[in-house]
């Protein structure tokens, strides 16, 4: 199998914390689409073979495109590719862009035969929505710069769920000032709504961004990792108790509503990245595209593809499934580390796991190297100290 990721670089305003590729301009809009459609038209040998299974918009803001936009790249995808029969399609959305567009437009409405945004989802294939509430708390929401309200964020799930069964929502903790008592309540509302799948991050603070700004003029408190770490403890118990699997590190999703396409990421499957900043995957190289929105059109409108590519060594896969594997609930494979990378890899590995299972950081079952429960939240810095320098 194989996934499509479809990157819509725009947004109505800059969330404080936030590093990916996106404009606030809209201008290109139009541009940018036809753009998107042609890079998959000149990447369709990419994936001669393999069946399609997940389609993903994600961004920015993929909720700004109208309906008959994401129709028409849905279509694209269909035209260029082998799509399987059920597939999982993803809408990365933001609760105001959900609101404001419930009232289709009369014309709409009688294109798509649907009276609600939700409809016309549905109507074009859409079948997952990914929602970024990140709070029920309006300061926390004006902290973070995010463009809805809380009102808007019970509305749109109030809705939302009425359509789809099929729904993850977006909660971060670890937010300066988010005392334990709030983050349980948030945690209990994403609950009441009887979503399937809930992704929970910690506010990282990235280089360039406003939120790194305001912490070093002393506007905004610094993270705090006990916080941070306390938090996620909590939500891993509330989430369990209500049947919620954690099979990644910031994933937790019900039986049968695990995110298709990102555990194929995490699997190592490969994926297509179409628009600018999108990365891709072949098993053997990894690419990704200019992250500047005219220089991305330019060259599709030229026949280009604005890419770069690295080739990866054996120690950059075994380092990939390293950090992939300690993630989830599948955990790194012994016997797929001799196969794929050789028995002086495994060795490796076993050397350096050694001392972390003597600290319970790791434990090994069924031949398979997992965190323990109380690590998980020190996942990425265990799996690096079973990174294999490259020295090639």
Same mark, same amino acid.
């Given at each position: ?115 609600? %945004? ?14 970024? %509430? ?52 948030? %945690? ?205």
């Amino acid at each position: 199998m194989s996934g499509i990721y479809i990157h819509i670089p725009f947004c109505k305003q800059a969330c404080h914390y936030c590093d990916f590729h996106f404009s606030t301009s809209l201008k290109s809009r139009d541009a940018m689409v036809l753009a998107l459609a042609k890079e998959m038209r000149l990447r369709k040998e990419e994936l001669p073979e393999q069946k399609v299974e997940t389609i993903y918009f994600g961004g920015g803001t993929p909720s700004l495109l109208r309906v008959d936009e994401l129709d028409f790249l849905i279509q694209e995808v269909y035209k260029n590719y082998k799509v399987s029969e059920a597939p999982e399609i993803t809408l990365e959305a933001n609760p105001d862009d959900l609101i404001k567009a419930q009232s289709l437009s009369k014309h709409q409405s009688e294109v798509l035969n649907s009276t609600s %945004i939700f409809e016309a989802y549905k109507h074009i294939g859409i079948n997952r929505l990914s929602i970024g %509430i990140q709070s029920f708390y309006e300061q926390d929401l004006k902290l973070m710069n995010r463009a809805h309200n809380a009102r808007e964020a019970k509305q749109c799930l109030e809705e939302a769920t009425v359509y789809f069964d099929n729904i993850s929502l977006d909660l971060i903790y670890g937010i300066p000032g988010l005392t334990h008592e709030r983050w349980q309540h948030n %945690i209990d509302t994403a609950l009441s709504f009887g979503v399937s799948h809930i992704s929970s991050y910690a506010l990282t603070i990235e280089p360039k961004t406003a939120l790194k700004a305001f912490i070093e003029k002393g506007i905004v408190d610094d993270v705090d990792d006990e916080q941070a770490q306390a938090q996620f403890m909590m939500l891993i118990a509330a989430l369990e108790a209500h049947d919620f699997v954690h099979y990644e590190l910031s994933n937790f999703g019900k039986s049968d509503y695990f995110s298709r396409n990102n555990s194929a990421y995490w699997q190592g499957k490969p994926y297509l990245g179409i628009g600018p900043s999108a990365h891709s995957f072949s098993g053997n190289e990894r690419s990704w595209n200019i992250r500047n929105n005219i220089k991305y059109i330019k060259a599709i409108e030229e026949g280009h593809l604005p890419k770069e590519t690295e080739v990866l060594s054996t120690t950059d896969k075994y380092n990939e499934y390293v950090m992939t594997g300690l993630r989830t609930i599948w955990g790194v494979s012994l016997t797929k580390v001799e196969q794929e990378y050789g028995m002086h890899y495994k060795n490796y590995l076993l050397d350096q796991a050694e001392p972390l299972i003597k600290e319970h950081l790791l434990y090994i079952d069924d031949a398979t190297l997992h965190v323990t429960k109380t690590s998980k939240f020190l996942s990425d810095g265990i799996a690096s100290n079973l990174f294999k320098l490259n020295l090639s």
